[in-house]
């Protein structure tokens, strides 16, 4: 399997640094600083140490600041450091490390996972760090931010569209479409168009964890076509979804979510031209 947003070209004995703020000094007599997600190439292993080659210099590391991609760990170990980044909010060090995974181990189990939280710190990094040098992302100028454009989402959705990992990247997707057509400004058309979106995702996600909510987005947009419109099918549509939401899932926030705006349509609140 090739993926096409291959870029790096990683040596048959090449290693990553999984830490941060590491000194090397090569046979140069420079000092570096090596990050989370800089490659070496390993050249030889020797007790706890590592030979290696970084920048056309050659020195030494621990072995624990690094992962020998010729390890027969070296998979699982890559990708529950990118993961443990990501859990702690570290998406810089996150999104190096997975973005080297999904393009070294390309027949990955954990492709998809891997794939799915590389767009997930995409996103995360494109609200909170004005780093230009991130891939795909744009300025919505009207509300002043930045999103990511979703080509890994789009990636992972082609590649393994029966994972379960694909309704979560179709869902964000389709969330990354209404930030970069906000605000509305009442236009009817892009409104219908992403409620079309989550129409034709909610067929085909039927049986996973984000059909609820698609359906609540559908409800909501529906209401948002009643305020600018006044018609009433879209509030009877709204009420019909929610009410789903309601029966289909009780006891659980998305009920709550639902019964709230259920209340308020009954009461006449506005939540859009306000």
Do not use: C
């Not at 056309?56 to 020998?68: C, F, K, Q, T």
């Not at 570290?90 to 390309?106: N, S």
């Not at 909501?220 to 289909?248: G, H, K, M, P, W």
């Amino acid at each position: 399997m090739i993926i096409s947003i291959i870029l790096l070209s990683i040596a048959i004995n090449s290693g990553v640094v999984i830490v941060d703020n590491i000194l090397f000094y090569g046979d140069d007599h420079k000092m570096r600083l090596l990050r989370t997600g800089d490659m070496v190439d390993i050249l030889q292993h020797t007790d706890d140490r590592v030979t290696v080659e970084y920048d056309s210099a050659v020195g030494e590391l621990d072995r624990n600041v690094l992962i020998d991609f010729d390890s027969e760990i070296a998979e699982d170990e890559q990708f529950v450091f990118a993961r443990g980044y990501f859990d702690e909010g570290e998406y810089g060090k996150a999104m190096r490390l997975l973005d080297i995974f999904v393009k070294y181990f390309d027949d990955s189990r954990y492709l998809a996972e891997a794939m799915y939280y590389l767009g997930q710190s995409y996103e995360a990094l494109a609200t909170k760090d004005s780093d230009d040098s991130l891939p795909d992302i744009s300025l919505n100028e009207k509300i002043n931010q930045r999103f990511y454009n979703g080509d890994v989402y789009r990636m992972l959705v082609e590649m393994f569209p029966n994972n379960p990992y694909a309704a979560k990247a179709e869902y964000r997707l389709i969330n990354l479409f209404r930030i970069a057509h906000l605000p509305w400004d009442d236009s009817v058309e892009i409104i219908k168009q992403e409620l079309t979106m989550w129409h034709e995702f909610s067929i085909k996600s039927e049986d996973t964890d984000e059909y609820m909510l698609a359906l609540s987005e559908m409800g909501y947009l529906n209401r948002v076509l009643y305020e600018i419109t006044a018609a009433t099918d879209f509030r009877e549509e709204a009420i019909r979804l929610f009410s789903i939401v309601v029966s289909s899932y009780p006891n659980t926030v998305h009920a709550a979510y639902a019964n709230v705006h259920l209340y308020e349509l009954e009461r006449g609140k506005k939540i859009y031209k306000y």
